[in-house]
């Protein structure tokens, strides 16, 4: 009797710690997406609401009006799917080879990719961008873009990808006559479609999120990624438009929830996949 | 004639992406390799070999080592913080989704978007959140009679604020990973335990889930940690490595001095220092993968 009432007790508790800790976690979002719906005079004062008294819809607008805000989320676009589509078209054909051809040195360049994973990319930041400065390449979008074209965790998930599926499938297929691209996009892309769709969310998130290389590598605000523009935007602001700030925080935030809520398995495969890149 | 044909055609397989690592990530470590040993700046037009000058520097000068020092204190509280953390809410949920799914699934969600949301974006919510006088952190430490601190410009408290913020948004992540080892733990091991008498709560844990969690958890740590080495998104966004560099970590320095100063070799070498470091933490993740492919 004693210890059933016990451990309902305990699980009362855990499940009462467990909702607490999540409204931790939320706080920021919710702090956040309070501020932004405020008016200016509401966030001022010294009181804590979290509910506005009345939505202030016009941060949203000053966001947009302001900050470049729009710009950058038309260059975050750009730049995701511009490295997106690169990393595939790269990682693709040379995974397929890795996973269902023999051929000489095809262990030195399976190597070569997982010596690739040790490195992470800020190692690799100085080279680059003498390397685009010597061409004059800098402050484009080929800067944001083409340093990130070889996606050794790309490979690295593909090969594991291919490697699941039955060879015969390919070799009848060469029998048919297929060409070795053909198969390569037209039978084994498609059957590899979960894995690429974890690859695809692990990569945007990774550069919508990124600051640390559009930092570096451009320095007109015409090219600026969202999180660049959230800090022109800060370091512009006075204090009198923080609801506007947060505004645009939340639309740049927005995009990544959503497409996490909408494919929350992927979404947590791929990055949790995403643990074995250095 | 064939044989030819099959070589050419794995070259137009595998050569671009051959060709492209090498080129962005082979290539540059060689180089930033070589430029950690000299005074090169960027724009100049020439360099001298200067040894090991630079790393002198990052060791002895005791404003450049904070960079260092920062970094591991950083992720001596990031690291353990998380997995603890991660540890406990992937426990609570594991058991509760037996009983409730669907909160299960909710919660999950609410602990893992710190994750996935900008990490410069919701940076920019926590200074609000922190702000000395209008945020809601300091606004209810006075309801509660309690002094406000100034989080992200004193010196002695702003590396751990933003060692709690790391832990907020990495949390969720450990979790994840926790909640797969726990899922592959068979459920015949605690029947067994039950058995021999260790049926319930801590019991149940120390004599199944931790052993059985052994290979996650060291996963987990490393995870983490290279996480922390790489703080910079933070201190770029809310300290800048302030006040008087009591925020500067690895990352951020070497941003700072090569691209702000144009001190390539100098920032080269805290490449280095930050690479070795990252490094170390790896090769210890590969060994413990190889001794347990199927963690998905």
Known sequence: MTRDLTRVLTRAFALAALILGAVLVLSPFLWMLALSLKAPDEIFTPNIDLIPNSLHWENYAAAFGRANLLRSLWNGTIVCSGILVLQTIFAVPCAFALAQRRFAGRGVVFGLVLAGLLVPFHVTAIPIFLGLAQVRMLDSYTALIAPFAASVFGIFLFRQAFAALPTEVFEAARVDGLSEPAIVWRIAFPLALPAATAFALFSIVAHWNDLFWPLIATSNPALATPPRAILYFRDAESGAEVGALMAAAVVVVAPMVALFLVAQRRFVQGLAAGGLKG | ?296
Request: proline letters at 4%.
């Open chain 2, 1 to 296: 004639m064939t044989r030819r044909r099959e070589t050419l055609t794995t070259l137009v397989l595998v050569g671009p992406a051959t060709l492209a690592m090498t080129m962005l990530i082979f290539v540059p470590v060689v180089v930033v390799a070589g430029l950690s040993f000299t005074d090169y700046q960027f724009g100049a037009h020439s360099l001298n070999f200067v040894g090991l000058d630079n790393y002198r520097t990052l060791f002895t000068d005791p404003q450049a080592r904070r960079a260092v020092t920062n970094t591991l204190l950083y992720a001596a509280v990031v690291i353990p913080g998380t997995c603890t953390l991660g540890l406990l809410v992937a426990l609570g949920l594991h058991s509760l989704a037996i009983r409730a799914p669907r909160a299960a699934a909710v919660l999950r969600a609410a602990y893992f978007l710190p994750v996935a949301a900008t990490l410069v974006a919701m940076a920019v919510a926590w200074q609000m959140l922190l702000h000395p006088n209008l945020g809601l952190v300091n606004q209810m430490l006075a309801a509660a009679g309690l002094p406000g601190q100034r989080w992200l410009s004193d010196r002695g408290l702003v590396l751990y604020t933003l060692a709690v913020i790391g832990i907020w948004q990495s949390l969720g992540y450990a979790m994840v990973l926790f909640l797969a080892g726990l899922a592959a733990i068979p459920p015949q091991l605690y029947d067994a335990a039950e058995v021999d008498g260790a049926g319930e709560g801590w019991d149940r844990f120390w004599t199944v889930t931790w052993p059985m969690l052994g290979p996650t958890t060291l996963f987990v740590l490393v995870i983490t940690a290279t996480g922390a080495f790489r703080a910079f998104e933070t201190v770029a966004t809310l300290t800048k490595g302030g006040p008087a560099f009591a925020s500067d970590v690895l990352v951020y320095a070497m941003y700072r001095e090569g691209f702000v100063y144009f001190k390539a070799g100098y920032s080269a070498a805290i490449t280095m220092v930050f690479f070795v470091l990252t490094l170390a933490v790896t090769v210890l993740k590969f060994r413990v993968l190889e001794n347990r492919v199927h963690y998905r």
